[in-house]
């Protein structure tokens, strides 16, 4: 029997609980913010408090699947339900990205609040990722694990980009 030490990680065990527990202020402050911008922007469409609403109601329906398949993963040192996590950590970074894009309309309190919320989740994403490669233990399932990193890592560095060209728009 082997007696090898565990290899699930408390650091990205400790970033997922901040990160879910962090989720429920990100959306109650943007959703006020949107009815904020709703009535103090006549410029401001109907249409699209509706899409951004949608879109932020997506946080913590992603937010409690990523808590289950990232504990999962963690926990028993799963590459598949640690591959999803990311998968799934990686479009939840689309969402902070997406309202720090258009949070021009109000105070900076929105702004600070999506960086971070940002910030926690490729911080996550960077731990599940190096956890991932500690989990495979074998050539076939590491050449696994790096392929099926490739959508994460694209949606990641997707929203990286955009969040550069929103800190360099909203800082001019």
């Given at each position: 029997?082997?007696?090898?030490?565990?290899?699930?990680?408390?650091?990205?065990?400790?970033?997922?609980?901040a990160?879910?527990?962090?989720?429920?202020?990100?959306?109650?402050?943007?959703?006020?913010?949107?009815i904020?911008?709703?009535?103090?922007?006549?410029?401001?469409?109907?249409?699209?408090?509706?899409?951004?609403?949608?879109?932020?109601?997506?946080?913590?329906?992603?937010?409690?699947?990523?808590?289950?398949?990232?504990?999962?993963?963690?926990?028993?040192?799963?590459?598949?339900?640690?591959?999803?996590?990311?998968?799934?950590?990686?479009?939840?970074?689309?969402?902070?990205?997406?309202?720090?894009?258009?949070?021009?309309?109000?105070?900076?309190?929105?702004?600070?609040?999506?960086?971070?919320?940002?910030?926690l989740?490729?911080?996550?994403?960077?731990?599940?990722?190096?956890?991932?490669?500690?989990?495979?233990?074998?050539?076939?399932q590491?050449?696994?694990?790096?392929?099926?990193?490739?959508?994460?890592?694209?949606?990641?560095?997707?929203?990286?980009?955009?969040?550069?060209?929103?800190?360099?728009?909203?800082?001019?």
């Amino acid at each position: 029997m082997d007696q090898s030490s565990p290899k699930s990680s408390l650091m990205w065990a400790l970033v997922a609980q901040a990160q879910s527990y962090y989720v429920y202020p990100f959306f109650v402050l943007n959703f006020l913010t949107l009815i904020f911008k709703a009535n103090a922007y006549a410029g401001f469409p109907g249409a699209r408090q509706g899409r951004e609403t949608a879109l932020l109601c997506c946080a913590p329906l992603l937010q409690t699947l990523r808590s289950y398949t990232g504990g999962v993963g963690n926990k028993t040192e799963s590459v598949g339900y640690s591959t999803v996590t990311s998968w799934l950590t990686a479009l939840q970074s689309l969402i902070p990205c997406f309202f720090y894009r258009h949070s021009f309309y109000v105070l900076n309190l929105d702004t600070y609040v999506n960086f971070l919320g940002y910030w926690l989740l490729i911080t996550e994403l960077v731990l599940i990722i190096f956890s991932c490669l500690q989990f495979a233990d074998i050539r076939t399932q590491l050449t696994f694990v790096i392929m099926a990193m490739l959508p994460s890592v694209a949606i990641a560095t997707l929203s990286m980009l955009l969040m550069m060209i929103s800190i360099e728009q909203n800082s001019g």
